[in-house]
Structures are given as structure tokens and as C-alpha cells.
């Protein structure tokens, strides 16, 4: 039987994790999709990355699947796809996700409390 941290151990294993530095870069280059998987009411309190898609851990599947009706158009596999959480474990869980779907850049950059903190362009 497999425990969270399991889980979360073998997504950290395939996803890579980059420094708040790198996708503050990232976002300057204009050429990375950034989503954040937190939930609606954590991203109302506390903002989120200018600019980034909304697709809560719960909806990734669905908003990520190009077949199916609820499709993110933001999301294609050929895109470089760069996800936040609030600490780093639900980005590094979606990533794994997107990876088993077929999409090939996908990293975690961590927790949108240090991103904010580095000075990110945050809405």
C-alpha cells in the first residue's frame, strides 16, 4: 500500500523542481505556461502569478486531456508548462500527472510564498 509521501517521492523523481529565480526568468522570457493547482479560495487571499492559468489539483485531468470538453486550450503538451502550489507538493503530484498524460516540459517552481517573496509578478 502506498503513502502520500510515496506518491509525492516518485513525483518529485520525474518532475523537475526549479529555483524561484529561474521562473521569475521564465515568465520575464514569455514563453512558459504558469499554473497554479491551488484551490479558488487560497488564490483569492493570497494572489497568484501574473498572467497564470487556474487549474485546480482536482481538475487537472480533465483540464489537460485535449479530448475532453472541459480542455484548458492553454495547456498543449508541446508547451513548457511551469506549476505552483502553496508549498511545492501539489505542483510536484499535477506534474507527475501531466507526464503520465504525454507532456513533456513540465516543472514545479515550489510555493507561491517565495515566489511573491523574490519579487515575481504576481495578480
Not at 487560497?42 to 501574473?50: H, L, M, V
Not at 506534474?95 to 515550489?110: A, E, P, R
Not at 507561491?112 to 509578478?121: M, Q, V
Request: proline letters at 3%; glycine letters at 12%.
Amino acid at each position: 500500500m502506498k503513502t502520500a509521501k510515496d506518491y509525492l517521492d516518485e513525483a518529485n523523481a520525474v518532475v523537475p523542481r526549479i529555483s524561484t529565480e529561474e521562473g521569475i526568468e521564465r515568465h520575464k522570457a514569455g514563453s512558459s505556461v504558469f499554473v497554479d493547482v491551488r484551490d479558488s479560495g487560497e488564490i483569492a487571499k493570497s494572489g497568484t502569478i501574473a498572467g497564470a492559468e487556474r487549474v485546480t489539483r482536482g481538475m487537472i485531468e480533465f483540464k489537460a486531456d485535449d479530448t475532453h470538453p472541459l480542455h484548458n486550450p492553454a495547456l498543449k503538451k508541446e508547451a513548457d508548462i511551469v506549476l505552483i502550489c502553496g508549498a511545492g507538493g501539489q505542483a510536484a503530484l499535477s506534474g507527475k500527472t501531466l507526464i503520465d498524460m504525454g507532456f513533456q516540459n513540465v516543472s514545479n517552481v515550489g510555493g507561491f510564498s517565495a515566489w511573491k517573496d523574490a519579487g515575481g509578478p504576481t495578480e
